[in-house]
């Protein structure tokens, strides 16, 4: 019973967050409290929200005017709920999973990301991680992230609270090993779509939740 809890919990805030990314990419403001078809404008019921099952039931069409918002949605939140369970004994990268995923989506769509409502949580982070060696780390990578935005212009401001909360919740192997594979994605990314620039949010976070769940998948077998 406290499983099947979880796993509704999760289901319902993936739906919620990627809702949250959606109107925040359409300009829509957050406090709007029904939540409506994007194309009709349709005020959805509650039958029309239920997460994973709503899409596959309708085949990702709005019940009232037929368009299509895509079946991506209804595999995005399968995903998502499979790792949000999955993770959810390791309360920090729980709350940090949801958070990045939030901005990555942010970050893909507009190339500008809210990265200050990360900021309580890093504070929490560095009070919770003093004294251990990822404070120096942390500290490192602040500074040379610095450098890159502000002399080199060579990423973006809102990466510096995304790469200090990967810092503060990564062990000293899993992190160089979370940069590498955010930079091989986002170099084959660019290789393959002939692109010059692109948002380098999601591409961190796909690096860590990667190595994080790898981390919790092999450290069991290694014992
Ligand atoms: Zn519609």
Redesign the pocket.
Known sequence: MEKLLIIILNAVLISTVMCLADRVNNHIHISVKRSF?M????ILYWYDLIPILSAFLTHAR?R??H?TYGMHYAYFELVGMIVGTYLFSDTLAWISAYLLLFLALEDWHTKRIHADILIPYIIYLFIQSWGDPKILTACVVMIISLFLVYHRQAMGSGDIPVLLLITLTTSSQIFPLTLLVASISAVLYLVKHHVHRLPFVPFLYFGWLSMTLIEKIVTPLAL
Do not use: A, P, R, T
């Open positions: 078809c194309h009709c404008g349709h709005c009232y005017c368009d």
